[in-house]
């Protein structure tokens, strides 16, 4: 004979996703992308599917960076485009590549015309093979401290780009910008922890491909508190339900929950972007 | 709705060499927790146990600490001319006395090439008699899995497709070729990729494993749940699909 399982319990968050595949608060993905991808089958990569399935599960706005921003050297104006195609839902980062400065230029240049749509920058140093500490990306990160702007960073462990080492030296050293750190140094959980700890209060834990991980979100919590976690996806990579599955799976408090999947969101950008 | 019946088919237990990994107890814990019925499991050390070892420690662990057997375990086997374990006709006939009713394999630990020269005594019976021949031993080594399935294309048998990268350009070609191959999904992210494969292939081709203890149980069950596909597919998926694997296997 089952017990009672954590989808069974009236009026639940696990509950309301499973019964209804929603919830009754909005929920922010703070880490996405679009467009078609040289290395995966994705169906779901243009927007129009995208905006389908968020708004099945009641995502009220994703953060997204073009793919054509991170792994070619243009894209931000698509991705703006594709803001414009669906206002209620999009948001965007513009995508830094450091090896092209004057492409750097040119897009922050653009970034008040691009409002209400841009929010922040993305850094995928991985990928861009310079490492964040770099000073070719001194001139994005003066830009986001001006303004205090989110900056998503891909982040992993042992990474010499985006590692934990140079994430901690990253954001103890610029206290203005909104570091959000994706994937949260994945590994090196220490790492993420001292990032959080030993920062001006300016760093959050970004969770795309930690949830359903077994115990890791529980561990997270336990290290920094669930008011320095943010819920991501990488939409198109990663399914939003399996995600949202990750999170309200885990043995945490729904104010934990909720506080990582949307209150969080809204206590850094407002109710109202 | 129906109440869906989960059999997680990828779940792992007991300690490996180098850390302490969940064991019986903990799976169960989690299935009671996320309302899992049953599972199949191989045992977490199966890679530096051996075989051998491997083959009398899971059903100890099973018969010890599994009472209500929601748990059916896979046997591993190695090549037939080392006579290290039972031959064909003795091997199969024991798998049910050791709780056992899939089998498994592993030739990248256990130092052989996996093919018919070396498999062919113990997977030729296998296949007369429908059992389930479980590859997570194979999983993100493509190019070994598809020169597997080319030596043994009328299988029974469930490879691993979840990598959190999406891997529908190695799964598909594999599900279109070989009719007895069916994918399981642990790991596999896809946004609504599970409804896609579905549609595709069919969702009798599709079987719902976490893989715990990487993964909980929990996130890959709302995904499934939540995948917007039909009730009947979701059940099939979730577990029907493997429990008719095991009505047609002869152990």
């Given amino acids: ?273 | 709705m129906e109440k869906i019946r989960f059999f997680d088919v990828c779940c792992g237990v007991g300690n490996s060499a180098v850390k302490p990994r969940p064991g019986v107890a903990e799976l169960l814990a989690d299935m009671d927790r996320f309302g899992v019925e049953r599972a199949l499991v191989y045992h977490n050390c199966l890679n530096t146990l051996g075989a051998e070892s491997a083959n009398r420690e899971l059903p100890r662990m099973l018969r010890e600490e599994d009472p209500e057997h929601r748990l059916t375990g896979a046997l591993c086997i190695l090549p037939s001319q080392c006579p290290e374990l039972p031959p064909p006709d003795r091997f199969f006939a024991a798998m049910k006395e050791n709780l056992c009713s899939a089998i498994t394999l592993d030739p990248f630990s256990h130092r052989y090439v996996p093919c018919r020269l070396t498999l062919g005594a113990y997977l030729d019976v296998a296949e007369k008699r429908r059992i389930p021949v479980l590859l997570n031993a194979f999983a993100g080594k493509w190019n070994d899995l598809y020169a597997f399935l080319r030596e043994f294309p009328r299988l029974q048998c469930i490879f691993h497709g979840g990598d959190k990268w999406g891997n529908d350009r190695y799964i598909r070609p594999l599900l279109e070729a070989y009719p007895g191959a069916r994918v399981e999904l642990a790991g596999y992210w896809v946004p609504e990729g599970i409804a896609d494969l579905a549609r595709a292939y069919g969702p009798e081709r599709i079987l719902w494993g976490s893989g715990f203890p990487q993964y909980n149980q929990g996130s890959s069950m709302l995904q499934l749940k939540q995948s917007g596909l039909d009730e009947a597919a979701i059940a099939l998926i979730a577990g029907k699909n493997f429990e008719n694997m095991l009505e047609a296997a002869q152990c």
């Fill in chain 1, 1 to 273: 004979m089952l017990k009672q399982s954590i989808w069974e319990k009236a009026g639940s968050i696990p509950a309301k996703f499973w019964n209804e595949g929603r919830a009754d608060f909005p929920v922010y993905d703070m880490h996405g992308h679009m467009g078609s991808h040289y290395g995966i089958y994705m169906a779901r990569g243009e927007a129009p599917e995208m905006v389908a399935h968020l708004k099945r599960i009641g995502v009220r706005h994703l953060c997204f960076s073009h793919h054509e921003a991170l792994f070619g050297t243009e894209g931000n104006a698509l991705a703006v485009e594709m803001c414009r195609r669906f206002p209620d839902t999009l948001r965007m980062y513009v995508g830094i590549n450091p090896n092209f400065p004057e492409k750097i230029k040119r897009d922050l240049a653009m970034f008040d015309k691009w409002q209400p749509y841009a929010v922040g920058l993305k850094f995928l140093a991985d990928y861009h093979k310079v490492p964040v500490t770099d000073p070719r990306y001194e001139y994005a990160l003066k830009f986001a401290s001006e303004r205090k702007l989110p900056v998503l960073n891909h982040t992993w462990g042992t990474s010499p780009y985006a590692g934990g080492k140079v994430m901690l030296d990253l954001v103890t050293k610029w206290s203005e910008p909104k570091f959000f750190l994706g994937h949260c140094i994945f590994g090196e959980w220490d790492y993420a922890e001292r990032c959080v700890k030993e920062s001006a209060g300016n760093v959050w834990l970004e969770l795309t491909a930690v949830p359903g991980e077994r115990g890791r979100i529980e561990d997270l919590v336990r290290r920094v508190g669930s008011k320095r976690i943010l819920y991501g996806t990488d939409l198109p990579w990663f399914d939003e339900y399996q995600a949202v599955g990750g999170v309200v799976s885990a043995d945490i408090t729904e104010d934990d929950m909720r506080n990582i999947l949307y209150r969080n969101a809204e206590s850094i950008l407002g109710k109202d972007w």
